[in-house]
């Protein structure tokens, strides 16, 4: 069974632009949740989404959003990109909304410049 | 609002030893889940243990085991025989688990970065 995907794995946008990462949840799973990690911050949640609609959201600014597909695929996007953006975002699954277990992609790392 | 925290920015164990990683967390729910999450140089985050809060056995997955006191809101791990492989962060993280504000996301804490000496 193949684990969460999340693509690409690098990435490096210039201040200002926007960007679009996705993730590819196990297969069966209808769950999906995205973390941002920093140095500084840690691990902080983003949102959650559970059969295609928006289920919990973390404190971020309305520059960070999502959205489900109806095969449980994600994406996030961040739009006019800061600096302060430079971060691991990992995606996590799980078989339904608040099942015990999230299983988490290996994250793509994004660099603003 | 969830909080957890970790203390020990960074530990240290020979090999073959035992550590034990410390843990508390602040919640006003009485139904959640804490886990331990393994974070390697790799970043892909590794379930290592979780925990019910409903249960009073403490949960054991091979050399990992939890100290889980509820009423002290206190959750650590103790690594047995360690090898050079659990050399990695780990994180601490609750989940709630009663439709509440932290259905469905995790709260970590900071991370404690552990090595490994052979």
């Known amino acids: 069974k193949a684990g969460v995907t999340q693509t690409p794995r690098y990435l490096i946008k210039t201040r200002g632009q926007q960007v679009t990462l996705s993730c590819s949840p196990i297969?069966?799973?209808?769950?999906v949740s995205w973390y941002q990690q920093t140095p500084g911050q840690g691990l902080q949640f983003l949102f959650e989404?559970?059969?295609?609609?928006?289920?919990n959201k973390g404190n971020f600014p309305g520059r960070f959003s999502g959205r489900q597909f109806s095969n449980s695929r994600s994406e996030m996007n961040v739009s006019t990109l800061e600096l302060g953006d430079s971060a691991l975002y990992l995606c996590?699954?799980?078989?339904?909304?608040?099942?015990?277990?999230?299983?988490f992609g290996q994250g793509t790392r994004l660099t603003v410049v | 609002a969830q909080t957890v925290t970790q203390s020990q920015p960074e530990m240290s164990v020979q090999e073959a030893e035992t550590v034990t990683l410390s843990c508390t967390y602040d919640t006003s729910e009485s139904d959640y889940y804490l886990f331990w999450y393994k974070q390697p140089p790799s970043r892909q985050m590794i379930l290592v243990i979780r925990q019910e809060a409903y249960k009073q056995q403490n949960a054991t997955e091979n050399r990992f085991s939890v100290n889980f006191q509820k009423a002290a809101k206190s959750f650590s791990l103790k690594i047995s025989d360690s090898q050079l492989g659990d050399a990695a962060m780990y994180f601490c993280a609750y989940r709630g688990n009663a439709g509440g504000t932290s259905y469905g996301k995790l709260t970590f804490g900071q991370g404690t970065i552990l090595t490994v000496h052979p």
């Open positions: 297969s069966g799973h209808r769950s």
């Open positions: 989404y559970f059969s295609e609609t928006q289920r």
């Open positions: 996590a699954s799980s078989s339904v909304q608040g099942a015990p277990e999230a299983f």
